[in-house]
Protein backbone atom coordinates (compact mmCIF):
# COMPACT_ATOMS: atom_id res chain seq x y z
CA UNK A 1 0.00 0.00 0.00
CA UNK A 2 1.43 3.88 -1.08
CA UNK A 3 2.04 5.61 2.35
CA UNK A 4 0.16 8.39 0.65
CA UNK A 5 -3.22 6.36 1.13
CA UNK A 6 -2.65 5.18 4.73
CA UNK A 7 -2.96 8.07 6.76
CA UNK A 8 -6.71 9.76 6.23
CA UNK A 9 -7.14 12.57 8.37
CA UNK A 10 -6.06 13.34 12.16
CA UNK A 11 -8.29 12.54 15.02
CA UNK A 12 -8.82 16.03 16.99
CA UNK A 13 -11.20 15.12 20.38
CA UNK A 14 -10.72 15.98 24.22
CA UNK A 15 -9.66 12.35 24.91
CA UNK A 16 -6.61 12.59 21.98
CA UNK A 17 -5.92 15.77 22.90
CA UNK A 18 -4.91 14.60 26.81
CA UNK A 19 -3.12 12.09 25.51
CA UNK A 20 -1.13 13.77 23.36
CA UNK A 21 -0.23 16.28 26.35
CA UNK A 22 0.74 13.49 28.84
CA UNK A 23 1.83 10.52 26.77
CA UNK A 24 3.07 11.79 23.47
CA UNK A 25 0.36 10.39 21.76
CA UNK A 26 -0.95 11.18 18.73
CA UNK A 27 -4.66 9.81 16.69
CA UNK A 28 -5.23 9.18 13.23
CA UNK A 29 -7.85 7.84 11.37
CA UNK A 30 -6.18 5.21 8.71
CA UNK A 31 -7.09 3.21 6.06
CA UNK A 32 -8.79 -0.27 6.52
CA UNK A 33 -6.42 -2.09 5.21
CA UNK A 34 -2.98 -0.56 6.55
CA UNK A 35 -0.75 -2.14 9.23
CA UNK A 36 1.19 -1.35 11.88
CA UNK A 37 4.66 -1.07 9.75
CA UNK A 38 2.85 0.84 7.37
CA UNK A 39 1.44 3.54 10.01
CA UNK A 40 4.77 3.52 11.56
CA UNK A 41 6.35 4.06 8.06
CA UNK A 42 3.61 7.07 6.98
CA UNK A 43 3.86 8.96 9.97
CA UNK A 44 7.63 8.75 10.18
CA UNK A 45 7.58 10.37 6.15
CA UNK A 46 4.99 12.82 6.62
CA UNK A 47 5.62 14.45 10.10
CA UNK A 48 9.69 13.49 10.25
CA UNK A 49 9.32 12.88 13.91
CA UNK A 50 10.65 8.83 15.52
CA UNK A 51 7.44 6.37 16.55
CA UNK A 52 8.17 4.28 19.10
CA UNK A 53 5.06 2.18 19.12
CA UNK A 54 1.54 1.74 17.19
CA UNK A 55 -1.95 0.49 18.78
CA UNK A 56 -4.87 0.22 16.33
CA UNK A 57 -8.21 0.25 17.10
CA UNK A 58 -11.06 -1.56 14.67
CA UNK A 59 -14.66 -1.13 14.48
CA UNK A 60 -16.97 -3.26 12.11
CA UNK A 61 -19.37 -2.29 10.28
CA UNK A 62 -22.93 -2.54 11.95
CA UNK A 63 -27.12 -2.70 10.38
CA UNK A 64 -28.88 0.44 11.36
CA UNK A 65 -32.16 -0.71 12.73
CA UNK A 66 -35.92 0.85 12.84
CA UNK A 67 -38.49 -0.58 14.61
CA UNK A 68 -36.50 -3.80 13.99
CA UNK A 69 -35.55 -3.50 10.54
CA UNK A 70 -32.77 -2.92 8.57
CA UNK A 71 -32.55 0.45 6.93
CA UNK A 72 -28.99 0.41 6.23
CA UNK A 73 -25.21 0.02 7.21
CA UNK A 74 -22.93 2.15 9.61
CA UNK A 75 -19.49 2.27 8.29
CA UNK A 76 -16.81 0.80 9.94
CA UNK A 77 -13.46 2.87 10.55
CA UNK A 78 -10.10 2.09 12.02
CA UNK A 79 -7.80 4.19 13.96
CA UNK A 80 -3.96 3.75 15.28
CA UNK A 81 -2.94 5.57 18.52
CA UNK A 82 0.64 6.73 17.65
CA UNK A 83 3.15 7.18 20.66
CA UNK A 84 6.02 9.20 19.24
CA UNK A 85 9.85 9.16 20.53
CA UNK A 86 11.05 11.65 23.16
CA UNK A 87 11.17 15.21 22.08
CA UNK A 88 9.60 14.40 19.10
CA UNK A 89 5.78 16.43 18.53
CA UNK A 90 3.18 16.89 15.95
CA UNK A 91 1.98 20.31 15.80
CA UNK A 92 -1.88 20.21 13.62
CA UNK A 93 -2.89 23.72 14.29
CA UNK A 94 0.65 25.86 14.08
CA UNK A 95 0.76 29.43 14.50
CA UNK A 96 -3.39 29.59 15.37
Avoid: C
Amino acid sequence: MELTTVLLKPLLTEKTTMLKDASRQVAFYVHPGANKVEIKRAVEKAFDVTVEAVNVVRRAPADRERQGRVVGRKPGWKKAYVTLAEGDKIEFFEGV
